[in-house]
Nanobody, 124 residues
């Protein structure tokens, strides 16, 4: 059974940086599609970034140039480097796995495995 654990969230001032980690256990995710989503209070979960089996990536427009998704297959971990953070980036961030080598999907309902989330709070 694949399990995901996010870490790296916290409180940061606007303009600061955080690196989120999504550590997978139980199965290797190197050939799978892995994405980051986020959910702010009172809002729906939204797509942030995704990385494919071949390390292709895709980002939502409002994080392009600020966030970078990457993977370390030796560690079975996917990262989300977040720079130039803004107060509107405040949310719980989740990683999710689609256990096939698919296109870079942004729909959360197509992901089968989810972590418990990590809180990111950006103060102004």
């Amino acid at each position: 059974q694949l399990q995901l654990e996010e870490s790296g969230g916290g409180l940061v001032q606007a303009g600061g940086s955080l690196r989120l980690s999504c550590a997978a256990s139980g199965r290797t995710v190197s050939s799978y599609t892995v994405a980051w989503f986020r959910q702010a209070p009172g809002k729906e979960r939204e797509f942030v970034a995704v990385i494919g089996w071949n390390d292709n990536t895709r980002y939502v427009d409002f994080v392009k140039g600020r966030f970078t998704i990457s993977r370390d297959n030796a560690q079975n971990t996917v990262y989300l480097q977040m720079n130039s953070l803004k107060p509107e980036d405040t949310a719980v961030y989740y990683c999710a796995v689609r256990p096939i080598s698919s296109t870079l999907i942004s729909l959360p309902q197509l992901y089968d495995y989810w972590g418990q989330g990590t809180q990111v709070t950006v103060s102004s």
